[in-house]
């Protein structure tokens, strides 16, 4: 091959590389896309002050992800913090929790510092966001420890576990999956979708 035809290839490649990964428009903020750590002073649950660090992971660390919901999420620009326990990506689940059998997923969102859990609920054009708090409110670590980080986690409580745990209350049909939303070796509240609206079940968390 001559050298002008191997100039003209290299320079169809590079254009078509150009075009299909554009640089970010002027003031707008890329999606993050590596794992971040948020530092800083906080207060352990016994009140002590002391420092932390919170594993933020990006949307691609999720690969199960519908587009759509990543898409969402990156138009959001949210990290998924990692709980102090977390041995492998965590705080995205997916489950039942609007009804059997439909295809509902939940994540925590980290966005300029302060964390929202949000639910997506099938055939809903925007999600849902239960509830917000700063990145650092729930601190913990594991025992003995002093490396401190989030105490946030979610999790799938299936129809069965549910039915299966005495400690529940039973306000409405138990007939498909929760959202465990935890404050982890501390508290506790079940998240569960019924008639159009969301119930904590948990009788230790009052009337709901």
């Known amino acids: 091959m001559n050298h002008g035809a191997a100039a003209g290839i290299f320079s169809a490649l590079l254009s078509a590389s150009l075009q299909i990964a554009p640089p970010p428009l002027a003031g707008q903020t890329p999606v993050p896309n590596e794992e971040r750590i948020e530092s800083g002073q906080g207060q352990s649950p016994a009140g002590q002050g002391i420092a932390y660090r919170i594993r933020l992971l990006p949307i691609a660390s999720f690969p199960a992800l519908p587009a759509s919901i990543s898409a969402e999420l990156a138009r ?63 601190l913990g670590a594991e025992p003995g420890s002093v490396n401190f980080g989030s105490s946030w986690g979610i999790a799938v409580l299936s129809a069965d576990e549910l039915r299966a745990s005495p400690g529940l209350r039973r306000n409405a049909p138990i007939d498909h999956d929760a959202i465990e939303d935890a404050r982890l070796e501390r508290s506790l509240s079940v998240r569960y979708y019924s008639g159009g609206r969301w119930l904590d079940l948990n009788y230790e968390n009052g009337t709901h």
Do not use: K, Y
Request: charged share 15%; proline share 10%; aromatic share 8%.
């Open 76 to 138: 959001r620009q949210c990290m998924i913090p990692q709980s102090f326990e977390a041995q492998q990506p965590e705080n995205v689940i997916h489950g039942s929790f609007r009804a059997p059998g439909s295809s509902d997923w939940a994540a925590l969102c980290s966005a300029q510092g302060s964390t929202t859990l949000l639910v997506f609920l099938a055939g809903q054009p925007e999600p849902i966001a239960l509830r917000t708090q700063p990145d650092s409110a729930w």
